[in-house]
C-alpha cells in the first residue's frame, strides 16, 4: 500500500533563520522521488519534518491526504532510513528487520516468518542471527532497507544511505534500490547531493537550494530545461557565458558575451511557459560540454567562437577539454576517449561550435558553487 | 646515557618504597592474624594459631576477646551492613540513571547547574551528610507525631540508607553519564520511527545499552556502602554496621580477630580481582577468536587459520609463586622445630601468661606496682580516646556494647 | 515541560521527575539547609523546639570563637585550635601526597610499558579495597607502644624502650597519607597519560632539563589531575573521622572528633550543626580556591 505525499507551503524556521522555506510540491504515490541540492540546502529540514521528528512553522504535511499535525514520528506511515543507518547494535540482524513488529506485539512465530521473508528479499539468507558489527557497508545498507521495510510503510524515506559507501558499491546499491522499489511499489523519497544518484534512480526530481525549491520534474527535463541559474548549474555540468540580450524572436534568444553573438532557446520557467527577456537585460547563457564540438565539415552549428586550449584532462571514459576565450572566459567541453584530441595542443586555437536548440539562456542568478 | 640509568634504577627504589609501604601494613597485619597472643604482633611470636579465626580466647583478666566464628557483634553488623547495601543500590541507580538522561534533555544553562547540585555530595565531607540527614529526620520524626513516621525516622538503617543514597547516587550518576555519552542518539529516533512507543524506546533500546552500567553503578554502589564509615557512624544512631563493628573494637581492645577479618577480607578481594581478571581475559581471547573466524570466513585465507593451541606456557609469576613456597616452608619447618604451633602450644602460653599475672596481682596487693600496669599496655584503654566511642550513656535506648550474655 | 513528558512518555517520565527530585531536593539541598537553620537555633530539648524558644541566634557560632562565658580565655583556643590544625594538617597531608604520587603517577603513565603499567594499577587498587578502618589499624598495629616497628626495633637493640609514634602524630600522618593515595594517583595518572608523548621527547630533543620538562610540560598539562587529586584529598583528608580516631594521639583532636562530641556525647545537635557548618564552609572554601588556582572547572574536578 502506498500513498502520495503533498507539502504545502512548509516552511521550518529556527528563529530567524529557514531552514524550509514556502515548499509545496507533490509526490505522486509509488514514484521515485529525490530532493537533491547541496549541504544546507534543506533537504534533511524536510525529510525529518515528513516523517514527523520537526515540527512545522508553517504549512502543512499530508500523507495520503491525510494532515500529519501533531502525529509522532512513531504513528506515521513513514519508514526512514538514516545516514548512519542506525541499526541496532546489540541486537541481531533478525531482531533488528522486525523490530517493528516486535513493538506492535506480533508474535514469535510470525515474527519469525518475516524476518527470513526479508532476509530472502535483501539476499542475505541464513544470516539473520549474525550481529550488525559482523556484516559488512552494504550488507548493512540492506539490512537498513529490510527493517524498513518490514511493516509496509506507505512511505519509505531515504537520508543519503549510500553516501557512505565507496563508489563501486554505490553504483550496485543504486541499481539495488530501484528494484526494490519497482518491486515493492511504494513511495521512496530520497535526498542526495549527488546528481548523479537522483538522476538515475529517481522519477522526478526537485532542486533545492537554501531551504527553497529552485525546480521540480522529470530528470531529462530537469537536466535538458533548467529553470534557474542555480539548476543549470547544480545538475551537471554547464558552461556559463554572462551576456546581454540583444533581440528575442519567436522563442529564439540573440545575446552578445564579450564580444560573441550566440543565438540561444528562451529557458523555461516551468512546463508552461518560458522566461521572456527584454532588450538589455543581463542574462546567463548556458552550453553543456557535451554539446559543444569542434568546428570541422561534420559539425557545422549555428553557433561559432574561438577559443585557445588550455588543458586536457583525462577522465576514463571521457576527455574534458579546457579552453579559454579572448575575453578570458573559461570554457570546457568533452568528448568520448576514443576520439582522437593529438592535435590540440597548448595555446592551441580552436573553432567551436554549438546548436542554438541545446543552449538556453536563463535570467542572471546565483551558480552552484563548485 | 648513565644519567639515565641511574634515574631509572631510583625510580625502580622509589617505587619499590612505595609498593612495601601500600602493601607493607596490610602483610604484616595478615601475618599477625596467626599469632595467637593477645595484642597484634610479629614478634614476640607465641604460638601459630588459628584461634582468632575461631573462638578467641577469654584473657586471664577476664577480658572476652572473640574470636570471627564467635564475634556476635561482627555477624550482626555485617547482616545490617549487606541489607543497608541492598537499599542503597536498590535507591541509587535508578537515580543516577534517571539523573543521567534527563542530563542530556535540558538546555546548557540548566545543565550546569544540574551537573553542578549532582556532583555536589561527593564535595560534602562525609560526616556532614550524616549529620544532616539524622536532624532533618529527627524534626521530621518528632513533628509526624506517633506511628510509622515517627519510627522510621529514627531508624538507623533507613537513615543510613538515605544518607549514603545522597553521595552514592552522584558515583552512579557520573557512571552512567560516561556510559550514555558515547550513545547514539539516532537508534532512538529509528526506534520511534519504527512504531516504538516512548516507553518501549526505553526498556527496547535505551535500558539495553546502559546494562553494562547498571552492573557497574550497582557493584560500585553496594561496595562503596558496604565499606562507609564517616557518614554512617552518624546515621546508624543505635545500630551497628561491620565498620561501625570494627571501630567499636578500639574501645573494645584490639585483638588479633581484626587482623583475621582483614586476612579474611584481603582474600576475598584478591579471590575477588582474579576470578575477574581470568573472566577479562578470557571473554577477550573469545572475542579475538570469534573475530579471527569471521574474517577467516570472508575472505577464506589460508594465512589466517590458526590452530588453537592447547600447549600450557609457563606464566612468569611461578618465580613468585617459587618464591612463596620456599618462605611458606621455610616457616613451616621453623613452627614444627621450635613447638610453634598447636594447642599444647597455646595453652603452654597461657599458662605462663597467668602465672605472669598472678605474680603482678601480689605485687599490686603490695602496693608495689601502679594500676597503669595492669591496663595492657598503651593502648585498648578507654581513657586513651577522650571517651570517643567508649562513652556508656552513648546510646541512652539502646543495650550498649556489651550488655549482650556471654 | 510539555515536550520532556512526550520525548520519554508518562511512565518513565514520572520516573525520572520522582528520582530527580527525591535525590536533589531530598537528599541533598533540603538536609544541608535544615543543617544550617538548625546551627542557628539553640540546643532546645525535643519539647521546647518550635516553641516560642526556638530563635535564631550565632549563640554556637560565638561559643567557637570566644568559649563558654565560664572560661578565662579571651578565644577559645582549643576549638579554634582544633579547626585549624586539622585544616593545616590537612593541607601538608594533601601536599606530601601529590609529591609522593607524582613520580608514581608519571611513571605509570609515560616511562613503564603497559604490562608493568597495569600490573601497577592493579596493585594500587588492591590495598584499596580493603576497608579504610582496617588499613588504619594495620598502621596501628605497626606503631603501636606494644607494636610490631616497636618491638622490632628493641628486639634489634636500637633502642630501648618504645617511641611513643603515636603521640608524636608520626602514626596519624602516616596513616592519612596512606588513606587517601589512591585518590591522587589516578586523576595524576590520567591527567598525565593525555599528554602526548611526543612532547615530552621534543623537550628533551630541545635540551631541556627533567626538571624543567615537568615543570614547563607535564605539570601545566596535569593541572586538571593535580587539581582533582588536591582536591578530593584535602576534603576527604580534613573530613576524615576512622582513620584520626584509630590513629591519633589522646592530645590531638580532629575537627571532625570535636563534631562527634557535640553531637553524640553532648546531645548538642545545633551546635554539632555549627561545626559542621564550619567544616563544610572550609570545605568548600578549599574547592573553590583550588580551581580558582588552577583555573578548572568542577566539572573537571571530579573524576
Same mark, same amino acid.
Given at each position: 500500500?502506498?500513498?502520495?505525499?503533498?507539502?504545502?507551503?512548509?516552511?521550518?524556521?529556527?528563529?530567524?533563520?529557514?531552514?524550509?522555506?514556502?515548499?509545496?510540491?507533490?509526490?505522486?504515490?509509488?514514484?521515485?522521488?529525490?530532493?537533491?541540492?547541496?549541504?544546507?540546502?534543506?533537504?534533511?529540514?524536510?525529510?525529518?519534518?515528513?516523517?514527523?521528528?520537526?515540527?512545522?512553522?508553517?504549512?502543512?504535511?499530508?500523507?495520503?491526504?491525510?494532515?500529519?499535525?501533531?502525529?509522532?514520528?512513531?504513528?506515521?506511515?513513514? *519508514?526512514?532510513?538514516?545516514?548512519?543507518?542506525?541499526?541496532?547494535?546489540?541486537?541481531?540482524?533478525?531482531?533488528?528487520?522486525?523490530?517493528?513488529?516486535?513493538?506492535?506485539?506480533?508474535?514469535?512465530?510470525?515474527?519469525?516468518?518475516?524476518?527470513?521473508?526479508?532476509?530472502?528479499?535483501?539476499?542475505?539468507?541464513?544470516?539473520?542471527?549474525?550481529?550488525?558489527?559482523?556484516?559488512?557497508?552494504?550488507?548493512?545498507?540492506?539490512?537498513?532497507?529490510?527493517?524498513?521495510?518490514?511493516?509496509?510503510?506507505?512511505?519509505?524515506?531515504?537520508?543519503?544511505?549510500?553516501?557512505?559507501?565507496?563508489?563501486?558499491?554505490?553504483?550496485?546499491?543504486?541499481?539495488?534500490?530501484?528494484?526494490?522499489?519497482?518491486?515493492?511499489?511504494?513511495?521512496?523519497?530520497?535526498?542526495?547531493?549527488?546528481?548523479?544518484?537522483?538522476?538515475?534512480?529517481?522519477?522526478?526530481?526537485?532542486?533545492?537550494?537554501?531551504?527553497?525549491?529552485?525546480?521540480?520534474?522529470?530528470?531529462?527535463?530537469?537536466?535538458?530545461?533548467?529553470?534557474? *541559474?542555480?539548476?543549470?548549474?547544480?545538475?551537471?555540468?554547464?558552461?556559463?557565458?554572462?551576456?546581454?540580450?540583444?533581440?528575442?524572436?519567436?522563442?529564439?534568444?540573440?545575446?552578445?558575451?564579450?564580444?560573441?553573438?550566440?543565438?540561444?532557446?528562451?529557458?523555461?520557467?516551468?512546463?508552461?511557459?518560458?522566461?521572456?527577456?527584454?532588450?538589455?537585460?543581463?542574462?546567463?547563457?548556458?552550453?553543456?560540454?557535451?554539446?559543444?564540438?569542434?568546428?570541422?565539415?561534420?559539425?557545422?552549428?549555428?553557433?561559432?567562437?574561438?577559443?585557445?586550449?588550455?588543458?586536457?584532462?583525462?577522465?576514463?571514459?571521457?576527455?574534458?577539454?579546457?579552453?579559454?576565450?579572448? *575575453?578570458?572566459?573559461?570554457?570546457?567541453?568533452?568528448?568520448?576517449?576514443?576520439?582522437?584530441?593529438?592535435?590540440?595542443?597548448?595555446?592551441?586555437?580552436?573553432?567551436?561550435?554549438?546548436?542554438?536548440?541545446?543552449?538556453?539562456?536563463?535570467?542572471?542568478?546565483?551558480?552552484?558553487?563548485? | 646515557?648513565?644519567?639515565?640509568?641511574?634515574?631509572?634504577?631510583?625510580?625502580?627504589?622509589?617505587?619499590?618504597?612505595?609498593?612495601?609501604?601500600?602493601?607493607?601494613?596490610?602483610?604484616?597485619?595478615?601475618?599477625?592474624?596467626?599469632?595467637?597472643?593477645?595484642?597484634?604482633?610479629?614478634?614476640?611470636?607465641?604460638?601459630?594459631?588459628?584461634?582468632?579465626?575461631?573462638?578467641?580466647?577469654?584473657?586471664?583478666?577476664?577480658?572476652?576477646?572473640?574470636?570471627?566464628?564467635?564475634?556476635?557483634?561482627?555477624?550482626?553488623?555485617?547482616?545490617?551492613?549487606?541489607?543497608?547495601?541492598?537499599?542503597?543500590?536498590?535507591?541509587?541507580?535508578?537515580?543516577?540513571?534517571?539523573?543521567?538522561?534527563?542530563?542530556?534533555?535540558?538546555?546548557?544553562?540548566?545543565?550546569?547547574?544540574?551537573?553542578?547540585?549532582?556532583?555536589?555530595?561527593?564535595?560534602?565531607?562525609?560526616?556532614?551528610?550524616?549529620?544532616?540527614?539524622?536532624?532533618?529526620?529527627?524534626?521530621?520524626?518528632?513533628?509526624?507525631?506517633?506511628?510509622?513516621?515517627?519510627?522510621?525516622?529514627?531508624?538507623?538503617?533507613?537513615?543510613?540508607?538515605?544518607?549514603?543514597?545522597?553521595?552514592?547516587?552522584?558515583?552512579?550518576?557520573?557512571?552512567?553519564?560516561?556510559?550514555?555519552?558515547?550513545?547514539?542518539?539516532?537508534?532512538?529516533?529509528?526506534?520511534?520511527?519504527?512504531?516504538?512507543?516512548?516507553?518501549?524506546?526505553?526498556?527496547?533500546?535505551?535500558?539495553?545499552?546502559?546494562?553494562?552500567?547498571?552492573?557497574?553503578?550497582?557493584?560500585?554502589?553496594?561496595?562503596?556502602?558496604?565499606?562507609?564509615?564517616?557518614?554512617?557512624?552518624?546515621?546508624?544512631?543505635?545500630?551497628?554496621?561491620?565498620?561501625?563493628?570494627?571501630?567499636?573494637?578500639?574501645?573494645?581492645?584490639?585483638?588479633?580477630?581484626?587482623?583475621?577479618?582483614?586476612?579474611?577480607?584481603?582474600?576475598?578481594?584478591?579471590?575477588?580481582?582474579?576470578?575477574?581478571?581470568?573472566?577479562?581475559?578470557?571473554?577477550?581471547?573469545?572475542?579475538?577468536?570469534?573475530?579471527?573466524?569471521?574474517?577467516?570466513?570472508?575472505?577464506?585465507?589460508?594465512?589466517?587459520?590458526?590452530?588453537?593451541?592447547?600447549?600450557?606456557?609457563?606464566?612468569?609469576?611461578?618465580?613468585?609463586?617459587?618464591?612463596?613456597?620456599?618462605?611458606?616452608?621455610?616457616?613451616?619447618?621453623?613452627?614444627?622445630?621450635?613447638?610453634?604451633?598447636?594447642?599444647?602450644?597455646?595453652?603452654?602460653?597461657?599458662?605462663?601468661?597467668?602465672?605472669?599475672?598472678?605474680?603482678?596481682?601480689?605485687?599490686?596487693?603490695?602496693?608495689?606496682?601502679?594500676?597503669?600496669?595492669?591496663?595492657?599496655?598503651?593502648?585498648?584503654?578507654?581513657?586513651?580516646?577522650?571517651?570517643?566511642?567508649?562513652?556508656?550513656?552513648?546510646?541512652?535506648?539502646?543495650?550498649?556494647?556489651?550488655?549482650?550474655?556471654? | 515541560?510539555?515536550?520532556?513528558?512526550?520525548?520519554?512518555?508518562?511512565?518513565?517520565?514520572?520516573?525520572?521527575?520522582?528520582?530527580?527530585?527525591?535525590?536533589?531536593?531530598?537528599?541533598?539541598?533540603?538536609?544541608?539547609?535544615?543543617?544550617?537553620?538548625?546551627?542557628?537555633?539553640?540546643?532546645?530539648?525535643?519539647?521546647?523546639?518550635?516553641?516560642?524558644?526556638?530563635?535564631?541566634?550565632?549563640?554556637?557560632?560565638?561559643?567557637?570563637?570566644?568559649?563558654?562565658?565560664?572560661?578565662?580565655?579571651?578565644?577559645?583556643?582549643?576549638?579554634?585550635?582544633?579547626?585549624?590544625?586539622?585544616?593545616?594538617?590537612?593541607?601538608?597531608?594533601?601536599?606530601?601526597?601529590?609529591?609522593?604520587?607524582?613520580?608514581?603517577?608519571?611513571?605509570?603513565?609515560?616511562?613503564?610499558?603497559?604490562?608493568?603499567?597495569?600490573?601497577?594499577?592493579?596493585?594500587?587498587?588492591?590495598?584499596?579495597?580493603?576497608?579504610?578502618?582496617?588499613?588504619?589499624?594495620?598502621?596501628?598495629?605497626?606503631?603501636?607502644?606494644?607494636?610490631?616497628?616497636?618491638?622490632?626495633?628493641?628486639?634489634?637493640?636500637?633502642?630501648?624502650?618504645?617511641?611513643?609514634?603515636?603521640?608524636?602524630?608520626?602514626?596519624?600522618?602516616?596513616?592519612?597519607?596512606?588513606?587517601?593515595?589512591?585518590?591522587?594517583?589516578?586523576?595524576?595518572?590520567?591527567?598525565?597519560?593525555?599528554?602526548?608523548?611526543?612532547?615530552?621527547?621534543?623537550?628533551?630533543?630541545?635540551?631541556?632539563?627533567?626538571?624543567?620538562?615537568?615543570?614547563?610540560?607535564?605539570?601545566?598539562?596535569?593541572?586538571?589531575?593535580?587539581?582533582?587529586?588536591?582536591?578530593?584529598?584535602?576534603?576527604?583528608?580534613?573530613?576524615?573521622?576512622?582513620?584520626?580516631?584509630?590513629?591519633?594521639?589522646?592530645?590531638?583532636?580532629?575537627?571532625?572528633?570535636?563534631?562527634?562530641?557535640?553531637?553524640?556525647?553532648?546531645?548538642?545537635?545545633?551546635?554539632?550543626?555549627?561545626?559542621?557548618?564550619?567544616?563544610?564552609?572550609?570545605?568548600?572554601?578549599?574547592?573553590?580556591?583550588?580551581?580558582?588556582?588552577?583555573?578548572?572547572?568542577?566539572?573537571?574536578?571530579?573524576?
Amino acid at each position: 500500500m502506498s500513498a502520495d505525499v503533498e507539502l504545502q507551503n512548509v516552511s521550518v524556521t529556527f528563529g530567524s533563520f529557514y531552514a524550509a522555506k514556502n515548499v509545496s510540491v507533490k509526490i505522486q504515490e509509488g514514484e521515485f522521488f529525490s530532493f537533491l541540492g547541496p549541504s544546507g540546502c534543506g533537504k534533511t529540514t524536510l525529510l525529518r519534518a515528513i516523517s514527523g521528528f520537526l515540527d512545522l512553522s508553517e504549512g502543512k504535511v499530508l500523507i495520503g491526504g491525510k494532515d500529519m499535525s501533531g502525529i509522532g514520528p512513531n504513528k506515521r506511515p513513514t *519508514s526512514l532510513i538514516f545516514q548512519n543507518l542506525a541499526l541496532f547494535p546489540l541486537m541481531s540482524v533478525s531482531d533488528n528487520i522486525v523490530f517493528s513488529l516486535e513493538v506492535r506485539g506480533v508474535g514469535k512465530i510470525k515474527r519469525k516468518k518475516r524476518a527470513d521473508e526479508l532476509l530472502e528479499l535483501i539476499a542475505l539468507s541464513g544470516q539473520g542471527d549474525k550481529k550488525v558489527h559482523e556484516l559488512s557497508g552494504g550488507q548493512r545498507q540492506r539490512v537498513a532497507i529490510a527493517r524498513a521495510l518490514a511493516i509496509e510503510p506507505e512511505v519509505l524515506l531515504l537520508d543519503e544511505p549510500l553516501s557512505a559507501l565507496d563508489l563501486k558499491l554505490r553504483q550496485k546499491m543504486r541499481t539495488e534500490l530501484r528494484a526494490i522499489q519497482k518491486r515493492v511499489g511504494i513511495t521512496f523519497i530520497y535526498i542526495t547531493h549527488d546528481q548523479g544518484e537522483a538522476l538515475t534512480m529517481s522519477d522526478r526530481v526537485a532542486v533545492m537550494n537554501e531551504g527553497e525549491l529552485e525546480q521540480v520534474g522529470l530528470c531529462g527535463d530537469v537536466y535538458d530545461y533548467p529553470n534557474t *541559474s542555480f539548476v543549470a548549474t547544480f545538475v551537471g555540468e554547464n558552461n556559463p557565458f554572462y551576456s546581454k540580450v540583444l533581440s528575442v524572436d519567436n522563442g529564439i534568444v540573440k545575446v552578445e558575451s564579450q564580444g560573441n553573438t550566440f543565438f540561444a532557446t528562451a529557458g523555461r520557467i516551468d512546463e508552461k511557459q518560458n522566461h521572456s527577456f527584454s532588450n538589455g537585460d543581463e542574462a546567463i547563457m548556458f552550453i553543456r560540454p557535451e554539446s559543444i564540438f569542434i568546428k570541422n565539415e561534420n559539425n557545422k552549428l549555428d553557433n561559432v567562437f574561438a577559443a585557445k586550449v588550455v588543458t586536457i584532462e583525462f577522465e576514463g571514459n571521457l576527455k574534458n577539454i579546457y579552453l579559454k576565450t579572448e *575575453s578570458n572566459m573559461n570554457v570546457r567541453f568533452s568528448v568520448p576517449n576514443a576520439v582522437d584530441t593529438s592535435e590540440l595542443l597548448n595555446n592551441k586555437e580552436v573553432e567551436l561550435t554549438f546548436s542554438s536548440q541545446k543552449a538556453v539562456v536563463l535570467p542572471k542568478g546565483a551558480l552552484a558553487v563548485d | 646515557m648513565k644519567s639515565q640509568h641511574v634515574l631509572n634504577f631510583m625510580l625502580g627504589i622509589y617505587i619499590f618504597i612505595f609498593l612495601a609501604y601500600l602493601f607493607g601494613p596490610l602483610i604484616i597485619m595478615s601475618v599477625t592474624a596467626f599469632n595467637s597472643a593477645e595484642f597484634p604482633a610479629i614478634t614476640p611470636w607465641e604460638c601459630f594459631s588459628w584461634r582468632w579465626f575461631q573462638e578467641g580466647k577469654i584473657a586471664y583478666d577476664g577480658q572476652h576477646l572473640a574470636g570471627l566464628s564467635t564475634d556476635w557483634r561482627l555477624h550482626d553488623g555485617l547482616i545490617k551492613s549487606l541489607i543497608i547495601g541492598l537499599g542503597v543500590v536498590v535507591l541509587a541507580v535508578p537515580i543516577g540513571m534517571a539523573a543521567s538522561i534527563v542530563l542530556t534533555q535540558v538546555h546548557s544553562r540548566l545543565r550546569t547547574i544540574f551537573y553542578s547540585v549532582s556532583i555536589m555530595p561527593v564535595l560534602f565531607p562525609g560526616v556532614i551528610i550524616g549529620i544532616s540527614t539524622v536532624v532533618l529526620w529527627d524534626r521530621i520524626a518528632t513533628i509526624g507525631g506517633e506511628g510509622f513516621i515517627a519510627d522510621i525516622g529514627r531508624n538507623g538503617i533507613f537513615l543510613t540508607i538515605l544518607g549514603q543514597t545522597c553521595f552514592i547516587s552522584t558515583y552512579c550518576f557520573l557512571i552512567f553519564v560516561a556510559r550514555l555519552q558515547r550513545f547514539d542518539q539516532t537508534q532512538e529516533e529509528a526506534a520511534l520511527d519504527l512504531g516504538a512507543s516512548q516507553t518501549q524506546v526505553f526498556f527496547k533500546i535505551l535500558v539495553p545499552y546502559l546494562m553494562p552500567a547498571i552492573a557497574s553503578s550497582a557493584v560500585i554502589a553496594f561496595l562503596a556502602s558496604f565499606e562507609n564509615y564517616n557518614t554512617t557512624v552518624f546515621s546508624i544512631l543505635s545500630d551497628q554496621t561491620l565498620t561501625t563493628v570494627i571501630a567499636s573494637k578500639v574501645r573494645l581492645g584490639i585483638s588479633p580477630a581484626i587482623s583475621a577479618l582483614a586476612l579474611v577480607i584481603i582474600t576475598l578481594t584478591l579471590i575477588a580481582a582474579i576470578i575477574y581478571e581470568v573472566l577479562r581475559r578470557r571473554e577477550d581471547r573469545r572475542k579475538k577468536e570469534r573475530q579471527d573466524r569471521l574474517l577467516f570466513e570472508e575472505t577464506q585465507d589460508s594465512r589466517l587459520k590458526k590452530e588453537t593451541t592447547k600447549s600450557f606456557r609457563i606464566p612468569k609469576s611461578i618465580y613468585v609463586i617459587l618464591f612463596v613456597l620456599v618462605v611458606g616452608i621455610f616457616g613451616f619447618n621453623h613452627l614444627v622445630k621450635n613447638n610453634l604451633y598447636g594447642s599444647e602450644c597455646v595453652a603452654a602460653a597461657e599458662l605462663a601468661k597467668k602465672s605472669k599475672f598472678s605474680e603482678q596481682l601480689k605485687l599490686l596487693q603490695q602496693n608495689q606496682v601502679e594500676e597503669k600496669a595492669l591496663e595492657g599496655g598503651d593502648l585498648g584503654g578507654n581513657k586513651d580516646y577522650g571517651d570517643i566511642f567508649g562513652d556508656p550513656n552513648l546510646f541512652k535506648d539502646f543495650g550498649g556494647f556489651d550488655t549482650k550474655d556471654e | 515541560m510539555n515536550s520532556f513528558f512526550i520525548k520519554n512518555g508518562p511512565l518513565i517520565s514520572t520516573y525520572f521527575i520522582i528520582a530527580i527530585v527525591f535525590w536533589l531536593i531530598f537528599l541533598i539541598i533540603i538536609p544541608q539547609l535544615y543543617m544550617l537553620d538548625l546551627s542557628f537555633r539553640p540546643n532546645l530539648p525535643p519539647l521546647l523546639r518550635g516553641g516560642p524558644d526556638d530563635v535564631h541566634t550565632i549563640v554556637h557560632y560565638k561559643h567557637f570563637i570566644f568559649g563558654s562565658e565560664s572560661s578565662q580565655d579571651p578565644y577559645n583556643y582549643v576549638d579554634i585550635g582544633v579547626f585549624f590544625n586539622t585544616i593545616l594538617t590537612a593541607i601538608l597531608v594533601t601536599i606530601i601526597n601529590l609529591c609522593f604520587c607524582y613520580p608514581i603517577a608519571f611513571y605509570m603513565a609515560k616511562v613503564a610499558n603497559p604490562n608493568a603499567a597495569r600490573l601497577l594499577i592493579v596493585s594500587l587498587i588492591i590495598p584499596f579495597w580493603i576497608n579504610e578502618l582496617l588499613r588504619s589499624f594495620a598502621l596501628r598495629i605497626l606503631f603501636a607502644g606494644e607494636g610490631v616497628i616497636n618491638n622490632i626495633l628493641m628486639d634489634t637493640g636500637l633502642i630501648d624502650t618504645g617511641i611513643n609514634f603515636i603521640a608524636m602524630d608520626i602514626a596519624l600522618y602516616t596513616g592519612l597519607t596512606y588513606a587517601y593515595i589512591l585518590l591522587m594517583i589516578f586523576p595524576l595518572y590520567n591527567a598525565i597519560e593525555s599528554l602526548d608523548t611526543n612532547q615530552l621527547e621534543a623537550a628533551k630533543d630541545l635540551g631541556s632539563s627533567t626538571f624543567r620538562t615537568h615543570w614547563r610540560i607535564v605539570i601545566p598539562h596535569a593541572k586538571a589531575g593535580i587539581a582533582s587529586g588536591c582536591t578530593m584529598v584535602f576534603m576527604l583528608t580534613a573530613g576524615a573521622l576512622a582513620t584520626p580516631v584509630v590513629l591519633s594521639s589522646p592530645n590531638t583532636y580532629w575537627f571532625t572528633q570535636l563534631i562527634y562530641q557535640w553531637f553524640n556525647m553532648n546531645d548538642n545537635w545545633s551546635r554539632g550543626s555549627a561545626y559542621s557548618i564550619l567544616l563544610l564552609t572550609a570545605s568548600v572554601i578549599f574547592v573553590l580556591l583550588m580551581m580558582r588556582l588552577f583555573k578548572v572547572k568542577i566539572g573537571e574536578i571530579v573524576r
